[in-house]
């Protein structure tokens, strides 16, 4: 059975190799002094699976006092089409809830195959009335 923990820095080397193996997109929000910082704001939001272990699922959740946020879930790939990625997303939901959010967002890039449908499948639905924009500073 998997166990949902916090993450801790100590394990940001395999949540680091299970983002890398399975394709995320990694940026520079996603450095180790990065993943630090962002613990001062949702500690309880980060969470990893473990089972026998070892790291085999990571969700980053953020929440920014209004809207919570779904960012990197990821399953290491030999584990994956086990339903472990909707017991992250579920105990996400549960904290998320905990701290009576109303709506939650995430963003998948259009070029992941099946991540869509793995949305889908968990109790999500794609708007079509947003646009997402990025503002980065050191592309300024």
């Not at 309880?44 to 990571?58: N, P, Q, R, T, Y």
């Not at 809207?67 to 089409?81: C, E, F, S, T, W």
């Not at 959010?101 to 995430?106: D, E, G, N, Q, S």
Request: net charge neutral.
């Amino acid at each position: 059975m998997m166990h949902i923990i916090q993450f801790e820095m100590g394990m940001y080397e395999e949540v680091l190799r299970i983002w890398t193996e399975t394709g995320l997109s990694l940026g520079a929000s996603d450095t180790k002094e990065q993943i630090k910082r962002s613990l001062e704001y949702s500690k309880d939001l980060f969470l990893v699976g473990i089972l026998e272990k070892k790291v085999v699922a990571v969700v980053l959740g953020a929440f920014d006092g209004r809207r919570g946020y779904v960012h990197h879930l990821a399953i290491d790939p030999k584990y994956q089409k086990h339903g472990y990625g909707r017991m992250m997303m579920d105990e996400l939901h549960r904290r998320f809830s905990n701290k009576d959010v109303k709506k939650v967002h995430l963003f998948i890039e259009v070029d992941t195959e099946g991540v869509k449908e793995f949305y889908k499948k968990v109790g999500w639905h794609t708007r079509d009335d947003l646009i997402m924009m990025s503002y980065v500073p050191e592309n300024k």
